[in-house]
């Protein structure tokens, strides 16, 4: 009975101490939404993709609440950030940021490929298919490649 005590206290502090060092790696914690995270970021995507502001604010709120709930704080205050641009530009401008910050969420995302546009030289999350790029909507809209398959 002593030995199986022992491994239980070993296995729970070898648990505990990689979560604790995992943990201060990163910036923010570990979502408990990503993939919900990434279905209000790929909305967002797709609008700026067809030129239409409206809908991509709509879908930033979305997104920003969904990372406050999750700690997410640097996505929350690029998502604001993004709601209240003047213009298309400027939320493209913000888009490139938010995009950084979503692209470790793919990792274990099997239906979304990260994006890479050489022309804004900038990376966006689509779902896989044809590329829409965000970041020139109509005027280029298949510009960019996979920057990795998954």
């Known amino acids: ?3 199986s005590a022992l491994f239980r206290i070993l296995f729970v502090a070898t648990f505990v101490g990689t979560a604790v060092a995992l ?6 914690p570990a979502p408990k939404y990503g993939c919900e995270l990434l279905t209000a970021y ?3 995507a797709k609008a700026l993709a067809a030129d239409d502001l ?7 709120n979305e997104l920003a609440r969904l990372a406050e709930a999750d ?3 640097g996505i929350v205050a690029l998502a604001r950030e993004f709601a209240g641009a003047a213009d298309l530009t400027g939320a493209r401008t913000v888009f490139r ?11 274990t ?3 979304v490929t990260v994006m890479y546009c050489p022309m804004a030289r900038a990376v966006w999350v689509q779902p896989t298919g044809p590329v829409e790029n965000p970041y020139f909507g109509a005027a280029m809209l298949r ?4 920057k990795s398959e998954k």
């Open 97 to 107: 940021g938010l995009s950084e910050e979503i692209e470790p969420l793919t990792v």
């Open 1 to 3: 009975m002593k030995i």
């Open 42 to 44: 790929v909305p967002m």
């Open 109 to 111: 995302e099997k239906k």
């Open 71 to 73: 700690g997410m704080t």
């Open 23 to 28: 943990s201060a790696a990163t910036s923010e």
């Open 54 to 60: 409206a809908t991509a604010r709509r879908a930033s």
């Open 143 to 146: 510009c960019g490649a996979p």
